[in-house]
């Protein structure tokens, strides 16, 4: 399996340097396997500190593979409304939010709610913005819509 097939067209040099850095580290890996049989503690001593570095070069070639992968952009729907309607908060027709209130009370519901409004306030300025203040927005008005319910 190529785990470089999905790499876009602008980082394809990038992809084939990282392809031939993986072939390398896999005959080092072969080598290893040899100096471990070998009758040279020695040998094998400094094979399995390369073998600890080789990994880790793995491990970071995996994790830049994954930041140069092309990403498809979520269908227009999805992008629709994220502060009102987030596609995530939503399985089967049924808004999590929703499923919150019939398995946890209205009560609960309107803390969570105001506990919401809380967080997304505190952070605006450090994380979503205006964003944020949005989300605060919905969470306070779906806290006016739930006590009018109890009502």
């Known amino acids: 399996m190529d785990i470089f097939a999905e790499i876009t067209e602008e980082n394809a040099a990038l992809a084939e340097h990282l392809r031939k850095a993986m072939e390398l580290l896999g005959k080092i890996s072969e080598l290893h396997y040899v100096a471990l049989h070998s009758n040279a503690p020695e040998v094998a001593a400094l094979s399995g500190d390369?073998?600890?570095?080789?990994?880790?070069?793995?491990?970071?070639?995996?994790?830049?593979?994954?930041?140069?992968?092309?990403?498809?952009?979520?269908?227009?729907?999805?992008?629709?409304?994220?502060?009102?309607?987030?596609?995530?908060?939503?399985?089967?027709?049924?808004?999590?939010?929703?499923?919150?209130?019939?398995?946890?009370?209205?009560?609960?519901?309107?803390?969570?709610?105001?506990?919401?409004?809380f967080k997304y306030l505190w952070r605006h300025d450090r994380k979503g913005g205006a964003e944020d203040i949005k989300k605060a927005i919905w969470y306070l008005n779906k806290y006016v819509e739930l006590e009018g319910k109890q009502e």
């Not at 995996?62 to 269908?75: A, L, Y």
């Not at 808004?95 to 609960?108: D, S």
């Open 50 to 117: 390369l073998m600890h570095k080789v990994r880790t070069l793995e491990l970071e070639i995996k994790e830049v593979r994954s930041d140069i992968i092309k990403k498809p952009d979520p269908p227009a729907e999805l992008k629709k409304d994220i502060v009102n309607h987030p596609p995530h908060y939503e399985t089967q027709g049924i808004e999590c939010i929703q499923a919150m209130e019939i398995t946890q009370g209205t009560a609960a519901v309107e803390n969570f709610c105001l506990c919401n409004a």
